[in-house]
């Protein structure tokens, strides 16, 4: 069964900086495409950003320019480095990962940006 493990948050003031990581028990480049979801407690979980397996990259406007994905295919893990971060930004991180049908996903990581 294919697994992903993320890891990398925590708490940063405002304007700080963290890096996501997503690790998959799989080649990345398995997977049609794989994105950062996020969270709140109450709300629906919202597209932060993705990246596909030819290496392309989109993002959710209200992080464009400062957060940014990347991977590591030797590594089978994806990042999000993500700057100037806000307290809006405060959310449980998840990675999800398209395979074939069906959707994988990890089980969060918790970032806490304080004001």
């Known amino acids: 069964q294919v697994q992903l493990v993320e890891s990398g948050g925590g708490l940063v003031q405002f304007g700080g900086s963290l890096r996501l990581s997503c690790t998959a028990s799989t080649s990345i480049v398995s997977f049609k495409v794989v994105a950062w979801y996020r969270q709140t407690p109450g709300n629906e979980r919202e597209f932060v950003a993705s990246?596909?397996?030819?290496?392309?990259?989109d993002y959710a406007d209200s992080v464009q320019g400062r957060f940014t994905m990347s991977r590591n295919i030797a590594r089978n893990t994806v990042y999000l480095q993500m700057n100037s971060l806000k307290p809006e930004d405060t959310a449980v991180y998840y990675c999800h990962a398209a395979l074939g049908v069906n959707v994988v996903r990890g089980q969060g990581t918790q970032v806490t940006v304080s004001s």
């Open positions: 990246i596909t397996a030819g290496g392309s990259t």
